[in-house]
C-alpha cells in the first residue's frame, strides 16, 4: 500500500534562511506527488505537483521540489523563508491520473518562522 | 483558477441534530469528490469518495448512515453529518478532482463543525 512519511513534525527557521522538508513516499509505481499547505482553521492550498517529466517542479510562493525516484523522495525547498510562510505543509501521494482514486496524505511538517 | 468552495465555513449545532455541509467545484465539472476529517494538529482523514450518480464510498469505520453523502450533480456533493454528538466535532474538507487540467485535485477551504 502507498504511504507518506513527513519525519520532520516540527520545524522552526529565522526569516530570509532557506528551507526543506522532507517527504519520503511507498509505492510501487510512479507515484503521482504533490505539496500542499495549510494555514490555521483553513483548507488546503495546491503548492506544486509532480506527474511526469522534469524531475524538478516549480510552485507558487516561491517554493520548488525534486522528486528523486532512488531515494523515493519529494522534498520541499525555499531558497528565503517569509513570516507569512509560517503554517501546516502536507506531502500527498496518488496512485494513478485518473483522479478517482484518493491521495495519501503524510502527517505534516509545521513550519514556524521565526525573526 | 479552479476553485473548491465549501459551505458553511463555520457551523455549530446542538445535539441530536442534522448539519449539512456543501462542496461545490466553481468551475469545473467533478465526477469524483472526497471529504476528509481532520482533527486538531493532525493529518487529513479520509471518510469517502463521492461519485456523481452513484453511492459514495466509504473508508472502513465510517459510518455510511451517520455521514450521509450525496453527490447529484457534477458540481456539487454534499456531507450531511446526522444527530450529530460533540465527538463529531472537527475540521471537513472536501476535495475535487479537475480532469481538464491533468486530473488536479483541489480542496475546500473547510468546514468547522461544534456540537454543542
Known amino acids: 500500500a502507498q504511504s507518506v512519511t513527513q519525519p520532520d513534525i516540527h520545524i522552526t527557521v529565522s526569516e530570509g534562511a532557506s528551507l526543506e522538508l522532507r517527504c519520503n513516499y511507498s509505492y510501487g509505481a510512479t507515484p503521482y506527488l504533490f505539496w500542499y499547505v495549510q494555514s490555521p482553521g483553513q483548507g488546503l492550498q495546491l503548492l506544486l505537483k509532480?506527474?511526469?517529466?522534469?524531475?524538478l517542479v516549480q510552485g507558487i510562493k516561491g517554493f520548488e521540489a525534486e522528486f528523486k525516484r532512488s531515494q523515493s523522495s519529494f522534498n520541499l525547498r525555499k531558497p528565503s523563508v517569509h513570516w507569512s510562510d509560517a503554517a501546516e505543509y502536507f506531502c500527498a501521494v496518488g496512485p494513478t491520473n485518473s483522479g478517482n482514486t484518493p491521495l495519501v496524505f503524510g502527517k505534516g511538517t509545521r513550519l514556524s518562522v521565526i525573526a | 483558477g479552479a476553485v473548491v468552495s465549501q459551505h458553511p465555513s463555520w457551523v455549530i449545532c446542538k445535539s441530536g441534530t442534522s448539519v449539512k455541509i456543501e462542496c461545490r467545484s466553481l468551475d469545473f465539472q467533478a465526477t469524483t469528490m472526497f471529504w476528509y476529517r481532520q482533527f486538531p494538529k493532525q493529518s487529513l482523514m479520509l471518510m469517502a469518495t463521492s461519485n456523481e450518480g452513484s453511492k459514495a464510498t466509504y473508508e472502513q469505520g465510517v459510518e455510511k448512515d451517520k455521514f450521509l453523502i450525496n453527490h447529484a450533480s457534477l458540481t456539487l456533493s454534499t456531507l450531511t453529518v446526522t444527530s450529530a454528538h460533540p465527538e463529531d466535532s472537527s475540521f471537513y474538507i472536501c476535495?475535487?478532482?479537475?480532469?481538464?487540467?491533468?486530473?488536479?485535485?483541489?480542496f475546500g477551504e473547510g468546514s468547522w463543525l461544534t456540537v454543542v
Open positions: 476535495s475535487a478532482n479537475d480532469r481538464s487540467s491533468g486530473n488536479t485535485i483541489y
Open positions: 509532480y506527474f511526469s517529466g522534469d524531475t
